[in-house]
């Protein structure tokens, strides 16, 4: 079993429909988490972070349980642009700080 | 916010070249960053941690005569993949974290498409 799973999709959803994804974690020393995009041929750019509060950024919700170990991500009215790869990221310190990406689950919004 | 600049963006090279790639943090100090390879439609793939003035950190079944990785300063640390191979033809990208900052998010370079012909 991987140490952060994710569902790899694909999602295929119409242009302003709502889209969640979900992530677990497995490691309860797990600190930090995050969520990340990366489009075809390009780089990891970081959409937000995560916290047990929730946290909202426009059009996209984030929320942890740490209790379950599970993060998700919201988005809300998806546009052709939200088409991606989004990273489901989790920072632990166990001998170290060490970054655990989650495979990651494809999006695309169709017209 | 934090940037981080990789250069080249893109190489193509000979069987047998050596290729230098460069990671630099523009607006913080990074103790620490990280490369990483990713082959089409596969996930990131931790290669090595580079630590300022020590020694880097490589995963297992990374060969680390291989991929040589300098860390002289903590706003630069290089990736030498060395007597490159078309095996070793991968999209190469760098992060680095803000210093001493380990709960804080990675931030990647453009990344290096790299071609071995």
């Known amino acids: 079993r991987k140490e952060v799973e994710q569902d790899p999709g694909p999602f295929n959803v119409p242009e302003g429909a709502t889209v969640a994804f979900n992530c677990t974690y497995s490691?309860?020393?797990?600190?930090?988490f995050f969520w990340y995009r990366q489009d075809c041929r390009k780089e990891p750019k970081l959409l937000m972070s995560?916290?047990?509060s929730g946290n909202e950024d426009g059009r996209f919700t984030a929320q942890l349980n740490r209790a379950s170990q599970y993060i998700s991500l919201l988005i809300r009215d998806s546009k052709l642009s939200d088409s991606a790869t989004y990273l489901c990221?989790?920072?632990?310190?166990?001998?170290?700080?060490?970054?655990?990406f989650g495979a990651g689950t494809r999006l695309f919004v169709k017209a | 916010g934090a940037v981080v600049s990789q250069h080249p963006s893109w190489v193509i090279c000979k069987s047998g070249t050596s290729v230098k790639i460069e990671c630099r943090s523009l607006?913080?100090?990074?103790?620490?960053m990280f490369w990483y390879r990713q082959f089409p439609k596969q996930s990131l793939m931790l290669m090595a941690t580079?630590?300022?003035?020590?020694?880097?950190?490589?995963e297992q079944g990374v060969e680390k005569d291989k991929f040589l990785i300098n860390h002289a300063s903590l706003t630069l640390s290089t990736l030498t993949v060395t007597s490159a191979h078309p095996e070793d033809s991968s999209f190469y990208i760098c992060?680095?974290?803000?210093?001493?900052?380990?709960?804080?998010?990675?931030?990647f370079g453009d990344g290096t498409r790299l071609s071995i012909l």
């Open positions: 992060s680095a974290r803000a210093a001493r900052q380990g709960s804080q998010p990675q931030h």
């Open positions: 490691n309860s020393a797990s600190q930090s």
């Open positions: 995560v916290y047990s």
């Open positions: 990221v989790v920072n632990r310190n166990t001998g170290g700080f060490k970054t655990i």
């Open positions: 607006d913080f100090q990074a103790t620490t």
């Open positions: 580079s630590n300022e003035g020590s020694k880097a950190t490589y």
